[in-house]
Structures are given as C-alpha cells and as structure tokens.
C-alpha cells in the first residue's frame, strides 16, 4: 500500500461539509455512525464481496458522503443491514419498550428453547431426577447466556435476568447494580459508555470531525492507500498550525473515532433514541 502527501487528499474531501453535524440529533449520531460502521467492515471484503446488492448499496453511500459529508435520509435503507422489524412487546395491550430494557417475546424464548438442543438430553434427565456427571450438571445449571457464550452464540450484550418485582425498589436497584457490574466482566463488556452521551460529546466529535477522519479512513482502505497522521491532520484541520496535527489525530482523534465505530457505543447511541 503507497503512502500519500496532502496533495493526494481527494478533491471531494472538505472538512466544512461536516459542519452541519453540530445540529444532528442523536438518532441522526446513531445512523450516521452505523452506516459507517457497515461501510467500514465491507470496504475490508470489497474485492471478495459477490452481493451486486452490497456493493451498490456501498457505492451508493459513498457518493452521498462525498457530495453532503453525510448520508441523507432518502439514500438510506433501513434493509441493508438485514435488521428484521422490532417486534412488539405487550402486556395487558400496552406496548412496553424502554431503550435498553424490554420483554422477551415468546418467539425469542422459542429461538432460545432450539439453542439448547445440545444439551436438551441433560435437562431431561434433570427434570426426571435422573443421575448426572459434573459435567452434564454443570450444563443444566449454568445460565442460558454462560452457555450461549461458550457455545459462541451471537449475545451482542444482551443479557437474561429475572427480576422479583415484589421487591422493593431500593432492592432491585441495588441488586441490578451489583449483578450490571459483575456480568459486564464476565462477558468482557468492559467499554460501554458508563453514561448517556449529550450535547458536549457530540460539539467534541463535531470538533475534532471524527466523521471526515472515518470517510478518509473508508476512502484509503478502498484505494488501497496509506494516510500518515500528520497528512490526515493536515486534510481535516487546514487552517491550524504551530500544532502537532498527527499526534493530535493519533492520540485523539484516531481512537476516538474507532471508539464511536464500535457495537456497544453504537448501540448505547441506540438505547437513547
């Protein structure tokens, strides 16, 4: 891969086009980010990709952040990532969803039930007060989600708790902060966002233009290209100096940007919505 000056810097590229980022809301943040995101890992398998459809859709993005340093709204569809509808979540008719809390649904509990069948022989013999090994026992008592990570099911950080609500709520909390924390380790879910982003976090992105920083990032791994910090400093910040723009972008802005690409921000960005 070939190392480039700032005179490579495509000529699309215009740091101010991201200007109108300081008035996004935050699911504008969340949409903008997870396309991205798609974008990222596709242009790592774009030669070896064989979807016409992924790669239009690709094609399709790229263009409008080349044009509008975002993806409008009309460019965008919701099917590209092969998200199946929220279903709906009733009790007594009343829809119940918040954010990162919901129900389980019973098709959710149906899909869980089939992720068992490896096991299903020990849960009978269990439930037939049948002798087991340590092994089978340690299986049938472990919980769904120990067993769905050692089985390398797709968690994506949800987790299964049942919840006594006859409890005071003094209790539930305090349990719920205690269980939130040890479960977070014991499934290396360590660098979620401990609060709510707001209005200060997204001046900060807009400020150090993480999202010119991802498309350049996009852009060089589709040409097959190398940026050096300092030449990735000079194209996103063109009017500083006496700054040492390329420990800036690798200290700063580099893992900032990566931080924003990843599943957990992401999906605490969705949680706020």
Request: net charge negative; charged share 30%; hydrophobic share 40%.
């Amino acid at each position: 891969m070939q190392k480039i000056n700032i005179e490579d810097i495509p000529e699309w590229f215009d740091p101010s086009n991201y200007d109108d980022a300081i008035n996004y809301t935050i699911r504008e943040w969340f949409l903008q980010l997870e396309y991205r995101s798609w974008m990222i890992n596709v242009v790592d398998r774009f030669d070896e990709l064989n979807e016409k459809e992924s790669k239009d859709r690709f094609d399709n993005f790229f263009e409008s952040i080349k044009k509008h340093g975002h993806i409008p709204p009309e460019d965008i569809d919701n099917k590209f990532l092969d998200q199946a509808p929220d279903p709906e979540y009733f009790v007594t008719g009343e829809k119940i969803r918040f954010g990162s809390v919901r129900l389980i649904t019973c098709s959710e509990i149906y899909r869980y039930a089939s992720d068992l069948s490896l096991i299903i022989e020990f849960i009978m013999k269990w439930e037939g007060r049948e002798e087991l090994t340590p092994e089978e026992l340690s299986y049938v008592l472990c919980s769904y989600d120990e067993y769905a990570k050692e089985a390398a099911f797709n968690v994506y950080g949800f987790l299964h708790a049942q919840i006594d609500l006859n409890a005071s709520d003094e209790q539930i909390q305090s349990d719920l902060s205690k269980w939130l924390k040890l479960m977070r380790e014991k499934f290396e879910l360590t660098s979620v966002p401990v609060k709510n982003f707001k209005g200060t976090d997204f001046d900060k992105w807009v400020n150090y233009c993480v999202l010119g920083f991802i498309d350049l990032s996009i852009w060089s791994k589709y040409e097959k290209k190398i940026i050096p910090m300092h030449i990735m400093g000079q194209a996103l910040f063109p009017n500083e100096f006496n700054v040492d723009l390329g420990e800036k972008v690798r200290k700063t802005i580099k893992p900032l940007a990566e931080g924003l690409l990843s599943y957990s921000v992401i999906d605490a960005l969705q949680n706020q919505i």
